[in-house]
Every structure is written in structure tokens, then in C-alpha cells.
């Protein structure tokens, strides 16, 4: 037992939540899986959930299973990260994520507005016109680290244009949307939370900007869906300008920095399956289905948080009330019982659009539209430029903290003295564009 009273196993103490490569974390998830599905981690002071069925029990009864410790920081901030939030004014509110039935449902209906097939159409031309952008910028010298130079930009700009942001401003996020993943579900040191606390404020000024901006003008994009709806009779307690700034914030957050993370696994998974690359390279319907098993082999959200209102039994463990979950998404998406060879990357795989990467239910994400837009766009655009881009030989690191995965640096290179197509429409195949090599 330790100090909370739980047994603590070999698994819980042996368990790293912030392993630093995915394939140390999925190495120990298959072995939790059919160890022990669910058992208690004393570094976290949560219960890991790692079978397909647990999880999805979690995700089916909201009763019992809260989200409202969804958004809570691992490690609490101490008195001095305090201070400086303080001093920057920060006021964290309640989020879409965090809430629960009914009040849930009362502000997701207001979010679905922004959210349409026709507004996320909208926007596929620009991801387009930014992705190609980016690939013109690094496609004479040979090289390119996918995260920073490619796949870093285009979601910022998307999810700027969807929220009703000037794309000039996208530099002012650089830092505060790492740092809030640092923040909120790692364990930094008190320093680094000092530090960390004042880039945060950098970034809630900012939003604070923006609201002040949108409610004084608001546009057909999300954060004037939500003033609208703010100022509709009936509505005057749903939302205030802190709230609305902190869900600014928040889901500027999540609309870039998801995207970005599994778009840089899955070409990690792509080139390190060269098999798989070929594949999509040859046959670009195979394309949206790549899209799905990316997000199955490789979650950028790998784990998400629930908390118990009440007693419950969950993979034959006995459960007290309050007590925190960490629900691995990552893990159950590779669940032997659910995908068969699940630890295989397979852009054939028939159900792979069954991941949980965006959850489950009445929390599924509600960018899953828009994510699954610019993933497909990316992989069109560097099939028909870049097909024979290749890995360079790297060691991975991840950010270290449970919920918000993705490589750090993807390091790839191809010859330069072959001249790629300028341009990639989406519509013609990619062997028929494959580029002829010029020289040599």
C-alpha cells in the first residue's frame, strides 16, 4: 500500500507516463493490457485504463465517470507560478471538455455551428495553398525537419482562419501552445513552472486581445458563433469575456497542436513502414483510410481523464469515489480484441476509422472534421511532391507529458537534383506526377 491507500504493483511502480519515444509507451501498454488492465500508478496518483472494453465503458457512462477533472494540471502549480498567473490575470473557466450532462450538451450545440461540412470545405483550399507553401520553402536543399518546417505553420494558420484570428498574428502562439501541454499534463519543475507560467500569461493576454477584438466585431467563425450565442436572450450566464478567452485559448490549443503531433507520427510511422508510404504513393484512394490507421498506430492524444462521482468496479477493480482515471485512448487502439495485430501499421486496415483517437460519444472531438481535412491535404501534397523522401537515421523524443504526444523533430531528406511538380491539385495520381530525375 502507499500513503492513499492503493496497492501499488510491479506495474504501477515500473510505469513511465512520460516515456520519451511512443514505442516505449506502447511497449508497456501491450504488456498492461494483458497484465494488469488497470492498475494504479503512484507517480500520477491516477488508474490507468488500458483494455479497449474499460475504456469504452468510461466513455459510455458520464454518471459515473467525470470529465470535470479533464482540464486540472498533473502537478498542481506551486505558490509562485501562482503568483505570476495572478499577475497576468489569468481565470481559467470552465471548457467544453470538462463539463458534463446537461450543460455539456448546451454549449456543444452552440460549438457544432462552427464546425459544418460546408465551413470546413471552406477551408480546404487554403490548407492547400499553406501546405504547399511550406513544402516551396524547403524543397530546393534536400532536407527538412517535418515538425518545424512543414507541419507546424499550416494547422496554426487553419485553425486561426476557423477561429476568426488575422493570420499575421500566428507567431505570438509559438511558444504558449507547447508550453500549455508542459503545464498542464507534465510535471515541471517549480522553476519551469515560473517560466512556464509567464509564457501562459503571454498567450492569455493575447486571447484577451482577440475576444476583445471579436466582441466588439464578431465574424462567421467560432468565436463569433459563441459571442452571438452569448447574446442571445436566455444566454447572459452561459459565457463571460474570461471564460470566453479561456476557451479561446484552449481551443486554439487543441485545433493546432493535435493536428500538428499526428501528422508528424504518422509520416514517422509512413517512412519507417516504407511499405506503407509506397502504398499511398501508388494508390492515392488508399489516402483517407492512411489517415484513420495514423491515428489508431499513433494517437497524438494517447490518454485522456475522467474521475468517479461515485463507487465503481471497472475491469474487476474496485474503484472509490473521486478517484482519477487516465483513460489510454492510444492504448485500447491497439486492443488485440478490437484490431487484430494491433501493434501492425496497416494503411489496409478495414476498421481502422474505429480509433479513438477524437474519443468517443457525446466528448468526440468536434475538430475531427477539420484534422482529418489537413491530414489528408498533407499526405496528397508530399506524396505528389516529395515521394521519394526518406527518413534520416534519428532517436525520437516526445514532449514529456501524458495527454499531448508527438515526435519533437522528424528529420527527412531527398534529392534535391530531381524537380518535384510545383504543385499538387489533389485529383490527378500521384505516380503519373512522380518527379523524373534531371540530372546525373
Partial sequence: MDSTGYR?????????????????????????????????????????????DDVMEVLHDSATYSSANTLAPIKPPCPAAVHVMGEYGINPGPSLVDLDPPEHARHRQVFRKSFTPERVDALEPRARELIDEAIDRVIARGHADVVTDL???????????LMGVPEYEVEKIRTGTARMATMGWGVPSDAEQVE????????????????????????????GDLVRAWREPGNEDMLNEDQLSWIFLNTLFAAHE?????????????????????????DRSLIPNAVEEILRFDSSVPTWRRVTTRPATLGGVELPQGAKLLIALGSANRDETRFPDGERFDV??????D?????????????ARVARMEMRVFLEQLTGRLPHMELVDQEFTYSPNTSHRGPEHVLVRWDPDWAPTTSF????????????RTSG
Avoid at 509507451?25 to 490507468?48: C, H, I, K, N, T
Fill in 8 to 52: 501499488v504493483t510491479g506495474l504501477g511502480d515500473e510505469f513511465d507516463p512520460f516515456a520519451g519515444d511512443s514505442a516505449t509507451w506502447y511497449a508497456f501498454m501491450r504488456r498492461a493490457r494483458r497484465e494488469e488492465p488497470v492498475f494504479y500508478s503512484s507517480v500520477l496518483d491516477y488508474w490507468v485504463v488500458t483494455r479497449w
Fill in 151 to 161: 507541419v507546424w505553420d499550416p494547422p496554426a494558420k487553419i485553425a486561426f482562419a
Fill in 196 to 223: 512556464l507560467a509567464v509564457q501562459i500569461g503571454e498567450y492569455w493576454a493575447f486571447a484577451q486581445e482577440q475576444v476583445a477584438r471579436i466582441i466588439a466585431d464578431p465574424g462567421e467563425n467560432l468565436m
Fill in 258 to 282: 493535435t493536428t500538428s503531433n499526428a501528422t508528424a507520427a504518422g509520416l514517422r510511422a509512413l517512412l519507417t513502414y516504407r511499405d506503407q508510404w509506397e502504398a499511398i504513393c501508388s
Fill in 348 to 353: 489496409r486496415r478495414e476498421n481502422a476509422k
Fill in 355 to 367: 480509433q479513438l483517437a477524437f474519443s468517443w460519444g457525446r466528448h468526440t472531438c468536434l475538430g
Fill in 425 to 436: 491539385d489533389g485529383t490527378h495520381s500521384a505516380t503519373s506526377r512522380t518527379p523524373q
